[in-house]
C-alpha cells in the first residue's frame, strides 16, 4: 500500500470514528432534554409536518424531480446491458407512481394542516419517539459497521461489536434518563433501539456486499476485454 493510500485509510478511519462519536453526542443531548422540552420538539415537527402537507403540491414536484434525475444520472452510469436498464426504469416509475396514487388517494384525504393536532400531543411525542429511537439508532449501527470495517475488522466480527455497542449504549442511553426531569428508563426502548441498529448494519453490509460484488464483475469484464 502506498504511502498515500495509507494516509487516505488513516482520515477514512479518522472521520468515520469521529462520527460515531459525534452520533453518540446527538443521541446524550436529546436524551438530556426534560420532559416538557422533549414534547415542544415533538410538537415543533408535526408543525413542520403540517407545513409540508399544506404545501406539499411544490414540495412533491421538487422532490419528484431530483430524485428523478439522479436515478437518469445513477441509471446511465450503470455497467450493465441495456435491457437491465429500460427493466429498473420501468421498474422505477411503477414505484413512483404507486407512491403518488397512495399519497393522493389515502394521505391526503385523512390528513389536515389542523386534523394532525386533534391527537392528543402526549400520544404525538410518545408515537414521534419511538420512530426516532428506531431511525437515531439505525445510523449508529451504520456509523459503527462503518468504522469498524475500515478499521479492517472482519465482517462478522464488525457485524456482533456494532450490534453489541449499540445494545449497549442504549442501556446506558435509558439509565440517563432516569436522572432526566420527567423521563423515565424503558426496557422497550432498548428493543426498538437494538432493533434499529441492526437493521443499519443489515444494510451497510447488503451494500458494501453488492458495491463488492460489482466491483469484481467490473474487473472481470475487464480482464475479459484485454484478453
Given at each position: 500500500?502506498?504511502?498515500?493510500?495509507?494516509?487516505?485509510?488513516r482520515l477514512?478511519?479518522?472521520?468515520?470514528?469521529?462520527?460515531?462519536?459525534?452520533?453518540?453526542?446527538?443521541?446524550?443531548w436529546?436524551?438530556?432534554?426534560?420532559?416538557?422540552?422533549?414534547?415542544r420538539?415533538?410538537?415543533?415537527?408535526?408543525?413542520l409536518?403540517?407545513?409540508?402537507?399544506?404545501?406539499w403540491q411544490?414540495?412533491?414536484?421538487?422532490?419528484?424531480?431530483?430524485?428523478?434525475?439522479?436515478f437518469?444520472?445513477?441509471?446511465?452510469?450503470?455497467?450493465?446491458?441495456f435491457s437491465l436498464?429500460?427493466?429498473?426504469?420501468?421498474?422505477?416509475?411503477?414505484?413512483?407512481?404507486?407512491i403518488a396514487?397512495f399519497?393522493?388517494?389515502?394521505?391526503?384525504?385523512?390528513?389536515?394542516?389542523f386534523?394532525?393536532f386533534?391527537?392528543?400531543?402526549?400520544?404525538?411525542?410518545?408515537?414521534?419517539?419511538?420512530?426516532?429511537?428506531?431511525?437515531?439508532?439505525?445510523?449508529?449501527?451504520?456509523?459503527?459497521?462503518?468504522?469498524f470495517t475500515?478499521?479492517?475488522v472482519?465482517?462478522?466480527?464488525?457485524f456482533?461489536?456494532?450490534?453489541?455497542i449499540?445494545f449497549?449504549?442504549?442501556?446506558?442511553d435509558?439509565?440517563h434518563?432516569y436522572?432526566?426531569?420527567?423521563?423515565?428508563?424503558?426496557?422497550?426502548?432498548v428493543?426498538?433501539?437494538?432493533?434499529?441498529?441492526l437493521?443499519?448494519?443489515?444494510?451497510?453490509?447488503?451494500?458494501?456486499?453488492?458495491?463488492?460484488?460489482?466491483?469484481?464483475?467490473?474487473?472481470?469484464?475487464?480482464?475479459?476485454?484485454?484478453n
Amino acid at each position: 500500500m502506498s504511502m498515500n493510500s495509507q494516509t487516505k485509510l488513516r482520515l477514512a478511519q479518522f472521520f468515520s470514528w469521529a462520527m460515531v462519536l459525534f452520533w453518540m453526542g446527538v443521541i446524550f443531548w436529546f436524551s438530556s432534554q426534560p420532559a416538557e422540552e422533549s414534547v415542544r420538539w415533538s410538537v415543533g415537527l408535526m408543525e413542520l409536518g403540517g407545513e409540508i402537507i399544506t404545501n406539499w403540491q411544490w414540495v412533491g414536484i421538487i422532490s419528484v424531480i431530483f430524485v428523478y434525475h439522479i436515478f437518469l444520472i445513477w441509471l446511465a452510469k450503470m455497467d450493465s446491458h441495456f435491457s437491465l436498464k429500460i427493466v429498473l426504469f420501468v421498474l422505477f416509475l411503477i414505484i413512483s407512481v404507486g407512491i403518488a396514487y397512495f399519497l393522493f388517494t389515502f394521505v391526503r384525504p385523512r390528513v389536515s394542516r389542523f386534523g394532525i393536532f386533534e391527537m392528543n400531543r402526549w400520544v404525538i411525542h410518545r408515537y414521534l419517539r419511538k420512530y426516532a429511537h428506531f431511525f437515531v439508532y439505525l445510523f449508529l449501527g451504520s456509523f459503527l459497521m462503518n468504522a469498524f470495517t475500515l478499521s479492517n475488522v472482519r465482517p462478522w466480527r464488525a457485524f456482533g461489536l456494532s450490534l453489541v455497542i449499540s445494545f449497549l449504549y442504549a442501556i446506558t442511553d435509558e439509565l440517563h434518563q432516569y436522572f432526566v426531569p420527567g423521563r423515565l428508563p424503558l426496557v422497550m426502548d432498548v428493543i426498538i433501539d437494538t432493533i434499529g441498529a441492526l437493521v443499519g448494519i443489515v444494510i451497510y453490509s447488503t451494500l458494501r456486499a453488492l458495491f463488492k460484488w460489482r466491483k469484481r464483475k467490473r474487473r472481470t469484464r475487464t480482464k475479459k476485454r484485454s484478453n
